[in-house]
């Protein structure tokens, strides 16, 4: 069994969420908190939209939850939480246009509007008028999207490890020079270059396996999408102005140790939303529902139980 402490703050006065999180950690140790829930098993079917197949994965009965995979992943990075769905939730992971097993190119090139269109595409296959939905990274970038496209469709919102804001000169400079590296080397390479930014060193030394996990995610991307989804990323807008229209009760999670998308913002971004929540995951990077997968379930557990 493996104990995480999680950290929930609403926004307030007092101290920041990461020194709420640093001293309760200190005060209440490594195995303050454990999580027993029962495995479920996954099922992984095929939906035909608009002359594309889309796989998505999926597990449990009941309200159904979306969740968005991070860039360049793919639905196969939510295996923990489909593992661990609460009783009465249906969890769904859809591949994106370009990643995943199916992975064709010339399917790969997407806005993220498009990429926000075939989940709502697939909804409506599925035959799913509103759901929690949200995702990691990338996905959130996606959530935010098909917020702006189709608000009703939200009954909740997680936001995991991403941010709202556009990527300041610094990390477009850094995603074109990813785009270099994908045209010129291929997938392999962008796994090499990404691994250190995804993973945070605690969970890197803890589990020196997750690397490889994730690796053989990348490397299954098609280097189109990889090349489409920067360009995606890129072209984004400022989510920002959305932050105060989002009336539906939204979980924000981020690892004490993401470096791309920090607690700092995190924090900020669940500031503007006002039936929200932040939880702070200690000693975990970017890729926060693979580094600590009872933590994330916990703490996505606990927000589908509450009355936000």
Known sequence: MSFFLVIISSCSRGPTPLALARRLRASLGPQALSLAMIVHMIRESR???DGRTIRYLDSGSGWPVVLLHAFPLNA?????????????????????????????????????????????????????????????SMGGYVTFALFR??????????????????????????????????RTRGAAAVADS????????????????????????????????IIGAIEAMIGRPDSRPDLSRIACPTLVIVGEEDVPTPVGDAADMQNQIGRSRLVILPEVGHLSNLEAPDGFALAISDFLASNL
């Open 76 to 136: 196969d990075m939510w295996r923990p939480q489909l593992e661990r769905v609460p009783e009465g939730w249906w969890f769904i992971a859809p591949d994106m246009r370009g990643f995943g097993p199916d992975a064709v190119d010339q399917a790969a090139q997407a806005t993220l509007d498009q990429l926000a269109a075939d989940v709502g595409a697939l909804l409506d296959r599925l035959e799913i008028e509103a759901a929690v939905i949200g995702g990691l």
């Open 149 to 182: 496209q189709q608000p009703a469709r939200f009954s909740g919102m997680i936001l995991a490890d991403t941010k709202a804001q556009q990527d300041t000169p610094a990390g477009l400079e850094g995603r074109r020079q990813m785009i270099d590296l994908a």
């Open 194 to 225: 990404m691994l250190p930014k995804l993973l945070g060193a605690s969970a890197a030394a803890r589990r020196p396996r997750l690397a490889d996990r994730v690796r053989a995610m990348i490397e299954t991307a098609s280097v189109p999408a």
């Open 47 to 49: 939906a035909r939209i």
